[in-house]
């Protein structure tokens, strides 16, 4: 099944929650998180890949006891090893992102230290739950990565990051089948939940490109320069 956009209106919706004062020139910070095991290491795979010959992207990871994350698009080589960092959040994952951003603040700062100027940075949260959101002091938008192994339920359960994200992604529609997930019912109740915030239906087995992200991301970045030149 090809991906696709339930919400075809890429500035159809009003920003609804305060946004961090980008100064010109820096670097647009995208959040990726969502539930353990949704796709969101896998995601930000493919976004490197897609993007790293045109713009300068780097990538923070966030995980609970290990740098498990890092490791992986290391040893993929999505980017050279400068561009990839880690935070190693203890217990509270979410707490990292949305609480004490203290150590992901300086994580970037030390990305931006280490390479030329940065287009795009990405920051994956450590996957625990449906609650978990950043703040908007580490991040400019953030994308909400649940799959469809989780249950065609999860849609409608809501939540902040189903909810309010500024783009919800339903990965693995190759399982669908498998699972005995239903993609329509899952579709109608995002689409229900969001109020017309995009959602996208995916699957990075197959389409590797991960497109309709990559234009959402495309779009956000153009966005962002016209802001700010
Ligand atoms: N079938 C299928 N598997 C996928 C897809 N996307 C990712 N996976 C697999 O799902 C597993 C988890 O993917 P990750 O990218 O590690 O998930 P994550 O959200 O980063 O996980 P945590 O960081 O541990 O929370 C991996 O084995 C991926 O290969 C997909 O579209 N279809
Ligand atoms: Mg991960």
């Known amino acids: 099944m090809p991906p696709h956009l339930i919400d075809g209106e890429p500035h159809g919706h009003h920003h609804d929650r305060p946004r961090r004062d980008r100064r010109p020139g820096e670097a647009l910070r995208v959040g990726i998180g969502g539930p353990v095991g949704s796709g969101k290491t896998a995601l930000v795979a ?73 287009d795009l940075i990405l920051v994956e949260s450590g996957g625990d739950n449906l609650t978990a959101t950043f703040s908007t002091g580490l991040i400019d938008v953030q994308i909400f990565v649940i799959d469809v192994a989780g249950g065609d339920k999860v849609p409608r359960k809501g939540g902040p990051g189903v909810t309010f994200s500024d783009l919800l992604v339903i990965n693995k529609t190759d399982l669908a089948p498998l699972v005995g997930a239903d993609l329509e019912v899952m579709r109608t109740d995002a689409e229900r939940v969001r109020e017309g915030r995009p959602t996208a239906m995916i699957s990075l087995t197959d389409d590797p490109a991960a497109s309709t992200v990559l234009a959402w991301i495309r779009e956000q970045l153009a966005e962002a320069a016209a802001v700010t030149g």
């Open 46 to 118: 493919a976004l490197c890949r897609q993007l790293r010959d045109q713009l300068s992207v780097a990538v923070l990871t966030n995980d609970i006891y290990t740098t498990e994350d890092a490791d992986f698009l290391r040893r993929h080589a999505v980017l050279p090893d400068e561009r990839i960092t880690a935070v190693q959040t203890g217990g509270c994952p979410h707490t990292a992102i949305r609480d004490d951003i203290t150590a992901n603040l300086d994580a970037i700062d030390d990305l931006v230290a280490a390479n030329p100027p940065l």
